[in-house]
Structures are given as structure tokens and as C-alpha cells.
């Protein structure tokens, strides 16, 4: 199974592709879809559509999962952010492809082994469990690492599908 993770953010979102064979995870690709501040909010949010449909035509995923986002001090920013995080959970969904949302401390849980590891930690961890891994940005590594969170419960799930099978 391919999985596309996905790290929303207006201004960079990060994503990563990784395979799961056999409860074995390999690294595909990562990378960052960027919107140009200089644009409408309205723009951005289009370049950000346009840069996960084409990740989602190149690599082909089975699934996708989405980081949730936190909120912010400041409204507006969340606001924004939020509105971003729509355009990246839409783009996925419109491809046919399920969805999984799972929040940062889950995904610092099933990569590090602790909810509050720091950011530094994550991308260590995912270079560790992806060998060859590039990971281009520490948004492109939180993708990954959501992505790996992501095939920890689909593991999970078929574990359990079949004990009760």
C-alpha cells in the first residue's frame, strides 16, 4: 500500500510518499508544495490544490493522511491555516482516495515513542525508519512522519480485521 502524508501549512505544505510491504515501510519521495505570498488568499489555496493533485497524479497513493492542525494565538492565522488544511484534506478526497486525520501528538507517539518529542527528534526518527530517506524540509519530514502513523494503524487494523475474521 502507498501512502501520500500530508503537513498543511499556507505557505509550505510539506508532503511524503512511503510504501508498506509486509509491515516494512520504504521511503518513496518527499517534498513541499509552496504558495506565493504575494498572491490572494483565494490563489494561494488553488496553487496548494493544484500542487497535491499533482503530487497525487506523479506518485499515485493508495491513502492519504493529514496532519490536524493546532490552533494558534492568533485567529487569523488559524483561520487561514484551517482554510488550507480544507484545500489539502479536499484535494485527496476528490482523487478517491481515503483520508486519515491524526493529531501531532499521535504522530510523534508512533514515530518517536513520546507525544512531546521535538521536531528535531521526528526527522531523526523518520530518517531512521526510512532508509535512503532525502527529506528536502522539516515540513517534508512531518509529512513523512504522518504518513508512518498512518500505516502503523492500517497495520493495526488489519491485525485486528483478521483476529476477528
Not at 508544495?33 to 500542487?51: I, N, P
Request: hydrophobic fraction near 45%.
Amino acid at each position: 500500500m502507498r501512502v501520500l502524508g500530508l503537513d498543511p501549512g499556507l505557505r509550505n505544505t510539506g508532503w511524503g510518499v512511503i510504501e508498506l510491504l509486509d509491515n516494512r515501510l520504504r521511503y518513496i519521495a518527499d517534498g513541499v508544495v509552496k504558495s506565493d505570498a504575494s498572491l490572494s488568499l483565494a490563489e494561494r489555496l488553488v496553487q496548494l490544490f493544484d500542487g497535491v493533485s499533482a503530487i497525487i497524479g506523479q506518485w499515485i497513493p493508495d491513502e492519504a493522511a493529514v496532519e490536524q492542525t493546532f490552533v494558534n494565538k492568533n485567529p487569523e492565522s488559524t483561520l487561514k491555516l484551517g482554510q488550507a488544511r480544507g484545500v489539502v484534506l479536499l484535494a485527496p478526497a476528490k482523487a478517491g482516495l481515503a483520508v486519515g486525520e491524526y493529531a501531532a501528538t499521535q504522530v510523534k507517539q508512533a514515530v518517536v515513542g513520546t507525544g512531546r518529542a521535538a521536531k528535531e527528534q521526528v526527522g531523526m526518527m523518520v530518517r531512521t525508519l526510512l532508509p535512503g530517506c532525502l527529506v528536502r524540509s522539516p515540513d517534508a519530514a512531518d509529512a513523512l512522519a504522518v504518513a508512518i502513523c498512518h500505516a502503523h494503524h492500517c497495520t493495526t487494523r488489519q491485525r485486528l480485521a483478521r483476529s476477528l475474521a
